[in-house]
């Protein structure tokens, strides 16, 4: 069974910058397809970004130009790094990734094999 583990969550005041790492273990299998979503309070969970293991990202409108994915495929992990921080990107950040047999792209909706327990993100204005 793959297990997701994030981290690099945390409090930043507007402006400033985080990087959220996440980590697929736990299987001999590698995963496709990796990315972020968020949910803040009261509102829906949120594609934030994407990237296949060749490289190709998408990005949701919010974040284009401030954030960036990326991932090392040899240690099936996926990086954010996350820059000019608003506070309307406070949310639970949650990674996700899919079975390596699995081609669901380009992403659109919630539907993923995989899904981590989330990281805070607080931009602070």
């Known amino acids: 069974q793959v297990q997701l583990v994030e981290s690099g969550g945390g409090l930043v005041q507007a402006g400033g910058s985080l990087r959220l790492f996440c980590a697929a273990s736990?299987?001999?299998?590698?995963?496709?397809?990796m990315g972020w979503f968020r949910q803040a309070p009261g509102k829906q969970r949120e594609l934030v970004a994407a990237i296949t293991k060749g490289g190709t990202t998408i990005y949701a409108d919010s974040v284009k130009g401030r954030f960036a994915i990326s991932r090392d495929n040899a240690k099936n992990t996926v990086y954010l790094q996350m820059n000019s921080l608003e506070p309307e990107d406070t949310a639970v950040y949650y990674c996700?990734?899919?079975?390596?047999?699995?081609?669901?792209?380009?992403?659109?909706?919630?539907?993923?094999?995989?899904w981590g327990q989330g990281t805070q993100v607080t931009v602070s204005s």
């Open positions: 736990g299987t001999a299998f590698r995963v496709n397809a």
């Open positions: 996700a990734a899919d079975h390596q047999d699995r081609n669901n792209w380009p992403w659109t909706g919630n539907a993923h094999d995989y």
